[in-house]
DNA sequence: TTGACAAATGCAACCCTGTTGCGTTAATAT
DNA sequence: ATATTAACGCAACAGGGTTGCATTTGTCAA
């Protein structure tokens, strides 16, 4: 994961244009709390900095963001495309209740329990991706 | 996981009907190579079987054997929503070629992590999901 | 500074999965 | 045989995501 300036010196170089449209989203990735982002979730982010964007160009530049390896996208139980940028590898906790997506971190012991799928099934693991569902703090202590 | 038969009787008892289109999808599930289904894996058995069903019917008959506990939903990484019979807990290897869908099953070595996980996010785990992503062992042998 | 080129954008129309309302069909009990 | 109502089909809709195409705009070279 490298800074934000880096990434748009090397766009440029590549023959991609700086817009304010993929600085500014560029942006969330890099600033907001590091929770997930739908398409949604940028354009009302993106309205609140009175910027608008066409939904449309929301999904290319994310396309674009994906093709240059800076964001990855992975999808919950409720089948919206989420985006995140590519750092350390984590997993997500999705609260149920109030859907609060919070990145949790797990230690190497699913890289020998991958090995041994792979042995069993004769698969080649290329990536996995792993979501706990449950209750928040904020939601544990709220009676329904 | 009850026998097929069994869950008839529950349906009767319980006042709903025995339909065609019920049984087969039924019997899908119980029959067929234990690979989960989508709204439209089915609707296509069941056209192979002479049986023409609406995929509202259908959306519906899944509906209803989920509120029974005889299926439960889940969701890949294309946002389709499938179903299997409800048994021992496992985990899907899906072919990034040839979207062929794997069930393959992990010892409880998941279950020490979740505490963990608990513990340090005060985050109450209710399920979880897990899918590798892959090559099967035929689509690893074929030249791209 | 201007002009040319192509990347980026917006819009409308579309695709797909899944859902809802409503009138009809048919399984079951009497 | 009839009444009841679960199950069904159809059409219309909803929402996320994509595509074609015309327009705008960032960039760079003259």
């Known amino acids: 994961m490298k800074n934000k300036n880096e990434i748009l010196d090397r766009f440029k170089k590549d ?3 700086l817009t304010s449209t993929r600085e ?4 969330l990735f890099y600033k907001k ?6 398409c949604q979730d940028i354009q009302k982010q993106l309205k609140q900095k009175n910027i608008s964007a066409n ?3 929301v999904y290319r530049e994310l396309e674009f963001m994906r093709n240059e ?3 990855e996208e992975f999808q919950l139980d409720d089948g919206v495309k989420r ?4 750092s350390n590898h984590h997993h997500h906790a999705v609260c149920l209740k109030c859907r609060n997506i919070k990145c949790v971190e797990l230690g190497k012991e699913l890289e020998s329990q991958e090995k041994q799928i792979e042995k069993q099934n004769k698969f080649k693991i290329i990536s996995h991706s792993l979501e706990f569902y449950g209750l928040c703090q904020k939601c544990q ?3 329904k």
Chains 1, 2 share one sequence.
């Open 69 to 71: 390896n800076i964001i």
């Open 33 to 38: 709390s590091k929770t997930p982002l739908s």
């Open 55 to 57: 939904k449309t160009t």
């Open 83 to 86: 985006y995140e940028i590519i």
């Open 15 to 17: 023959g991609f244009r």
């Open 141 to 143: 202590g709220v009676k």
């Open 24 to 27: 500014a989203i560029l942006d």
